[in-house]
């Protein structure tokens, strides 16, 4: 028989069906079966679980808390960083002046 001409089994396809459910029920067992060791770890450290359960949520909430204040914030543009570092500099120079005129000068501009 060719490649088209295959036919398939219908009685393996039942055995692919049962087995199928067999790895479903299986599964269930599984899933109960880690949900009662987590229950029992839980009911035998509560202390150590509510310190990790405490210690996830404060990390979770910092991440968000950034991601939301980083989203929320935009850096200024090249024209205002030009703008506030004249601005700085320029208060710096008239402080070195003020410090080294004397006061009458001082007085006289001020």
Known sequence: MSTGQRRRNPKNRRQT?????????????????????????????????ALVVFGV???????????????????PS?????????EKLGRQMLDAINGILPDSITRHYA
């Open 17 to 49: 069906i049962r087995g199928t459910e067999a790895d479903g029920n299986a599964g269930e067992t599984l899933m109960t079966s880690a949900v009662s060791r987590s229950q029992d770890m839980v009911s035998q450290h509560p202390m150590s679980t």
């Open 57 to 75: 949520g404060l990390g979770v909430g910092v991440a968000l808390g950034s991601l939301l204040c980083s989203a929320a914030t935009t850096p």
């Open 78 to 86: 090249f024209g205002q960083r030009a703008e506030l570092a004249a």
